[in-house]
């Protein structure tokens, strides 16, 4: 059960601190996202809205038509399934993952001898061994509040006028040899995500995770980009904890509008 403390920093897909990697400020400059007064409380659960004409604005529109192609395309989307391999220390596992929105995750793990199943339902995120006599239980608190973090279907830039989150413009920055725009999305549930977008593709470049309750960091290096059904999906992606510890989630099989249903995420009885 030592695997399971890595795996709940899943590509972008998805979901997920404070870098610990050196970057050098380019050009210093915030910017807060403004909700429109008297904005009606059904446009707060718009996933993509047709935003304003402010700086970040503008960022955002283009980032949700070439980083995530695009209000139809989303609309579009409603499940997701994944396959590939998840490597971490001298481990390696083959990966099945699904996804539904908003925020419906399911992640089976298994190599030679080995099968690791994590859920989150939507209430609580839970875990199971099947090739065990133990029964499926909840996550601890600590592990649950991470997965449920990285269960969010998309990213936190969606829904940019939900309340409980501010997002900020804070400049650019040179990343992993390219110039990236620098946004941070602050959530009520006590996350901070900072986003490294390439200004040159709109395409993620690095996702920062931290969580101000725990100290505890994540840092998602995005690479391979594919497009699905028009949405750009990273088919390798390199998670670094706070604690120093590295996976790298390799991507073969992307499928979406699956047909998942509630059961498939609810706990084994």
């Not at 994944?82 to 992640?107: E, H, I, W």
């Not at 608190?141 to 989150?165: C, D, M, T, W």
């Amino acid at each position: 059960m030592k695997v399971l403390k890595y795996l709940f920093h899943k590509q972008c897909c998805l979901n997920f601190g404070m870098s610990l990697m050196a970057f050098v400020i380019l050009k210093a400059e915030t910017e807060r996202l403004q909700i429109p007064e008297n904005i009606r409380p059904s446009m707060r659960e718009v996933a993509i809205p047709e935003m304003g004409n402010s700086k970040l604005d503008r960022l955002l529109s283009r980032y949700y038509v070439m980083g995530l192609g695009g209000a139809e395309v989303w609309k579009n989307i409603s499940s997701m399934r994944m396959k590939g391999n998840f490597s971490v220390a001298d481990q390696t596992f083959n990966l099945l993952c699904y996804q539904r929105k908003p925020n419906r995750l399911k992640m089976i793990l298994s190599n030679s001898g080995t099968k690791v199943v994590l859920g989150y339902d939507g209430k609580k995120a839970w875990q199971h061994v099947p090739n065990s006599d133990a029964p499926a239980i909840e996550m601890a608190s600590n592990e649950a509040r991470q997965f449920i973090h990285s269960s969010v279907f998309g990213n936190y830039l969606l829904y940019p006028y939900r309340s409980g989150k501010t997002i900020d413009y804070l400049g650019t920055v040179r990343e992993r040899g390219t110039v990236c725009h620098h946004l941070r999305v602050t959530l009520k549930s006590g996350y901070r995500v900072d986003y490294y977008i390439d200004i040159r593709n709109y395409l993620d470049t690095k996702i920062v995770n931290f969580d101000d309750k725990s100290g505890h960091s994540s840092t998602l290096i995005c690479e391979d980009f594919k497009a699905v059904l028009g949405f750009p999906v990273a088919h390798k992606v390199t998670s670094i904890e706070s604690s120093g510890s590295k996976s790298i989630l390799l991507l073969k099989q992307v499928d979406f509008n699956v047909g998942l249903t509630d059961w498939i995420f609810e706990q084994p009885k």
